[in-house]
Structure formats: structure tokens, C-alpha cells
């Protein structure tokens, strides 16, 4: 019975995708944190799809596709942080003209280029099971980056979360912290999006991040826990779609966004409970 169980982890592609997702988890549990406590998940999802006009122009012209998405998701990043203070409109409303504007220019752009078109599937959605070692070394350079830049920049980047103001006063300069920060989302997700799509990329980003805030209190531990999280979704996700059929990558996503739904509805039972057995 526990060798049928195990099956799947025997076979080298399933093997690599497993080391890929665990990679993959450790990165985005380093960056998610941030994106979630900071109120930038519409940035992070909005940049997962704009980065589709660098990608195109990259296959075009026989370029690498991670430098080109890394390029337009700068270029949208840019284009937040310029237009941030704009009174005429809310930052929420820059990020969605920017990601329509991107996502329509990638797609006219992949709609004259017949060799790029029938990759749009793959750039969507992924395939973990496709990783191959190249990929491994690029998303164990990218955790290697990140990790020591998070280091370094751990205080401006604490400060810059809760309180702009005093990180000012401090001296820890919150205007490079936060174009730091983007510059590491766009890594994150340039990476992510060449291994494992976006849709995994950006599911890996947010869930595991979300749902580790609500069983952990302090960031060290909540980036622990959701590296935890993102690493069993993996496992879980694979053994799922080798077993039921399915995508692999969209349903280690799906599996990420049931743990948080899980841990959510269990935090809101005991609180429930808490309520009930508390003093009238």
C-alpha cells in the first residue's frame, strides 16, 4: 500500500518537479510575505500577466524569455511607483490601467507571431512536470538572491511595512526599500513564470504566504510557516494530479488555496468555540 502511495516520487520528472515546487515554495515564502502585509497582491497579480508584452517580444527575437518578462514587469513597477501619488486617482486604479494596457499589447503582439501563440498556454498556466535541471539551478540561484537580499534589507523592509514615516526618521530610506522590493517581486515572478507558469507562480506567491499569517504572528516564523505550507501543497499537489489526471500545476495551486480556506475555516471555529465557552 505505501509503495503505491509513493509511486509517483519515483519517476525522475515527478522527482524534479517536487524539488522545483520546494524551491519554488522557499522563494515566494521570502517574497509573499511582503506582498501580503504591504497590500500588494493586485500588484503581484497584475505584474504575473504584464509581463506577457517582454515575453513575446523576447520569443520574437529570439531573446531569453526570463529577461524579457523581467524587463515589462520593471516597466510596470516603474510605472506604479511614478503615478503612487497621483491625486487624480487611486493606486489601485494605476496598477489596473497598466495591467490591461500590458496584458492587450502581449496578446497583439503574440496574435502576429504564430511561433509564439501556441506557447500563450504554456505561459499561462505551466507545466511543473516539465522542469528540467536548468530550471533547478535557475530557481536555486533566484532563492539564493533573494534570501540575501531579504537578509540585508530586513529592517528597511520591516520599517517600511508598518510605518514609512519612521523609517524615514531612522534613516532607513523607504523610497529605495520599496523600489527594492519591486525589483524582487519582479525577479520572483520573472523566475517563477519560466519554470512554472504564471498560475502557479503567482498562486505559490499569495496562498501559502495568507494562509501562514493565520497561524503565525512573526514574520521570520510566518516565512517558515509559508514555505512549509507551499512545500506540502507541492507534495499533496503531485500525488493528486499523478493519481486523479489532472494539471499538475494548476492543481498544486488549487491545493494552496484550500489549505488557506482550510486553516481560515478552522481559526474561525475556534474562535467561535472561544466565544462560546468565554463569561456571558
Partial sequence: MLTSLLEPFTVSFVLRAL??????????????????????????????????????????????????????????AGGVTALRNSREFGRDTTIGLLFVGMLSAGVILVSHSRSFATDLTAFLFGD????????????????VLVAAVSAVAYRPFLALTFDPRKARTLGLRPDAAN???????????AVAFSVVGTLLAFGMLIAPA????????????????????????????????????????ATIAAVTVL???????????MAAVASTAGPS
Avoid at 50 to 66: C, E
Avoid at 128 to 143: E, F, K, Q, S, W
Avoid at 179 to 189: E, R
Fill in 19 to 76: 524539488l522545483g515546487g520546494v524551491l519554488l515554495a522557499a522563494v515566494c515564502a521570502l517574497v509573499g510575505v511582503w506582498v501580503i502585509a504591504r497590500g500588494m497582491t493586485f500588484l503581484g497579480e497584475a505584474m504575473s500577466h504584464g509581463m506577457l508584452p517582454g515575453v513575446a517580444i523576447a520569443s520574437i527575437v529570439g531573446g531569453n524569455l526570463v529577461v524579457g518578462a523581467a524587463a515589462s514587469a520593471l516597466a510596470m
Fill in 128 to 143: 511543473v512536470l516539465a522542469i528540467r535541471r536548468p530550471d533547478l539551478i535557475l530557481l536555486a540561484g533566484a532563492l
Fill in 179 to 189: 523600489v527594492l522590493m519591486m525589483v524582487l517581486l519582479t525577479v520572483t515572478m
Fill in 210 to 249: 495568507a494562509a501562514a499569517m493565520l497561524v503565525a504572528r512573526r514574520l521570520p516564523a510566518v516565512m517558515l510557516t509559508s514555505f512549509a505550507i507551499g512545500s506540502a501543497a507541492t507534495v499533496i499537489g503531485l500525488w493528486i494530479s499523478w493519481f486523479a489526471g489532472t494539471a499538475a500545476s
Fill in 259 to 269: 489549505i488557506f480556506f482550510v486553516l481560515l475555516g478552522a481559526r474561525r471555529a
